[in-house]
């Protein structure tokens, strides 16, 4: 019965997590329209609220279209395996009743996020197009790079915590935030989240005519839309991590949404703002700018922690 209703409970998140994906969608049309001074969406619906559900009609209804050349199972389920990976993590967050209680939730999390590479990988290889794979190896690169800078931030705070379990974050932030201590890691953090999930200013993978369009450039139609339902997802969850980690808030709590709903916002307005970054400079960002800082504060905090065990004993 218990595992019934936790299979119930999780269920219900992804449909609630799918709502958001297309309701930020829609944010970020209305916000970019402003920044750049037009109206964003605003003929379907109401003020333009139904536009995301017009979108997914018009995606998924269209026609598909499959390369003659292509490897058939890859290529159709390497755009289902992303959308399964992104949303097959949010089972980590520490929910109090109703869900799985995670005592390793932070390896799960990394485990998974190890993961989307495949999908990439896979994406690129199996439409059997010298550009697409190009695209997807560039995109690999880059999540790669990217995701060792988000692994020693998390050894960082590990250390601090002393678990993996993310209910230990919401414990240790009750009187300050991690935020205000570990500043820089912070905002190395959401600049990896940004590459990780193929966002400006590091968006090579959705690159126009200059990088032929990245790993998906023979997928249209309903691959398309699970691409970027799978993005957009892996946004609001990144957005939801760097809430618990860095601003401490219970998942339970109406300003733990809020502050989630301040970081997606913020996503959105780098998007606005920022233009794409020069390829040259990517990996030199990654590993000569990201990985000694992230480095370095590894190495301070785990000197912090061997002080404190040494003054207990």
């Known amino acids: 019965m218990l595992s019934l209703l936790m299979i119930i409970n999780y269920l219900i998140l992804i449909i609630c997590v799918l709502i958001s994906v297309a309701f930020v969608t829609l944010l970020e049309r209305k916000i970019l329209g402003y920044i750049q001074i037009r109206k964003g969406p605003n003929k379907v619906g109401f ?34 395996f992303s959308l399964f990976v992104s949303l097959i993590v949010w089972s980590v967050l520490p929910y109090e009743t109703g869900l799985m209680n995670f005592n390793l939730g932070i390896l799960f999390f990394l485990c998974c996020l190890s993961l989307g590479v495949y999908s990439t990988m896979a994406a690129g290889w199996s439409s059997n197009c010298k550009y697409s794979l190009l695209g997807s190896l560039r995109a690999v690169a880059q999540t790669i790079s990217y995701e060792v800078s988000l692994a020693l931030i998390l050894l960082s705070i590990i250390f601090l915590i002393g678990g993996f379990n993310m209910d230990l974050f919401n414990n240790y932030q009750t009187f300050i ?24 200013p590091f968006d090579f993978a959705e690159g126009e005519s200059e990088l032929v369009s990245g790993f998906n450039t023979e997928y249209g139609a309903g691959g398309f839309a699970l691409i970027f339902m799978a993005e957009y997802a892996s946004i609001l969850f990144m957005s939801a991590l760097f809430v618990i980690v860095f601003l401490g808030a219970n998942p339970c709590s109406i300003l733990f949404y809020l502050k989630l709903s301040l970081i997606a916002f913020i996503f959105v307005w780098v998007r606005g703002t920022l233009p794409r ?34 003054c207990l004993i």
């Open 47 to 80: 003020m333009g609220l139904l536009q995301p559900f017009s979108d997914a009609v018009k995606l998924f209804t269209k026609e598909q279209t499959m390369p003659t050349l292509s490897n058939f199972f890859p290529y159709y389920l390497s755009p289902v």
């Open 177 to 200: 935030w991690f935020l205000w201590f570990t500043l820089p890691l912070s905002l190395i953090w959401f600049a990896s989240c940004l590459a990780e999930t193929n966002r400006t």
């Open 277 to 310: 970054l020069r390829y040259d400079k990517l990996m030199y960002l990654a590993w000569k700018g990201f990985l000694p800082v992230s480095l370095n504060y590894l190495f301070f905090f785990m000197g912090v922690k061997m002080m404190c065990f040494v």
